[in-house]
T-cell receptor, first 112, second 106 residues
Framework: DVKVTQSSRYLVKRTGEKVFLECVQDMDHENMFWYRQDPGLGLRLIYFSYDVKMKEKGDIPEGYSVSREKKERFSLILESASTNQTSMYLC???????????FGPGTRLTVT | GEDVEQSLFLSVREGDSSVINCTYTDSSSTYLYWYKQEPGAGLQLLTYIFSNMDMKQDQRLTVLLNKKDKHLSLRIADTQTGDSAIYFCAESRKRFGAGTRLTVKP
């Protein structure tokens, strides 16, 4: 059974904290993605990684960074959390297009 | 800027066909995708179409692509209550629409 797991389902952090969101996939996929999902805006791509240590900015990378030291793990880092980063964060992985893309269950982050 | 647009709501009766429409702006997209998100669940890829095709059928799902007008549609035949969900279209996995909430009434 294919799986993308995310470290937390719910997270509450304070403004200014450094936040780590972890994503692990067990399918040996080369591509991994971080999106945020907000009502009325759909999914927006934050960062994309196509190989270990390789990354590409999505549409909204400001305030975020990523790390991919191992193929199965892709981390999203909020260097200094702000209230406008309160959102649902979705991780996904895939082989090259157009194949199946698998999503994790999401992390609902609240920054107070 | 580049954008993917879709209407936010659609309501149909069980057994009817549903048609969800989407427009996009990036003509260089190689693949276009449809995803489904059920309440409390993650996204799942429903189907995709290669940009040089104009139609793809997969069981109850039919995807139509009008590349000239940059218009994509998803038709669900014989819609069931289990099809109630939010449907997202996307170009290239990098740009998604806001999602269409499909409600199927018995």
């Amino acid at each position: 059974d294919v799986k993308v797991t995310q470290s937390s389902r719910y997270l509450v952090k304070r403004t200014g904290e450094k936040v780590f969101l972890e994503c692990v996939q067990d399918m040996d996929h080369e591509n991994m993605f971080w999106y945020r999902q907000d009502p009325g805006l759909g999914l927006r791509l934050i960062y994309f990684s196509y190989d270990v240590k390789m990354k590409e900015k999505g549409d909204i990378p400001e305030g975020y960074s990523v790390s991919r030291e191992k193929k199965e793990r892709f981390s999203l880092i909020l260097e200094s959390a702000s209230t406008n980063q309160t959102s649902m964060y979705l991780c996904a992985s895939s082989f090259g297009p157009p194949g199946e893309q698998y999503f994790g269950p999401g992390t609902r982050l609240t920054v107070t | 800027g580049e954008d993917v647009e879709q209407s936010l709501f659609l309501s149909v009766r069980e057994g009817d066909s549903s048609v969800i429409n989407c427009t996009y702006t990036d003509s260089s997209s190689t693949y276009l995708y449809w995803y489904k998100q059920e309440p409390g669940a993650g996204l799942q890829l429903l189907t995709y179409i290669f940009s040089n095709m104009d139609m793809k059928q997969d069981q109850r799902l039919t995807v139509l692509l009008n590349k000239k007008d940059k218009h994509l549609s998803l038709r669900i035949a014989d819609t069931q209550t289990g099809d109630s969900a939010i449907y997202f279209c996307a170009e290239s996995r990098k740009r998604f629409g806001a999602g269409t909430r499909l409600t199927v009434k018995p």
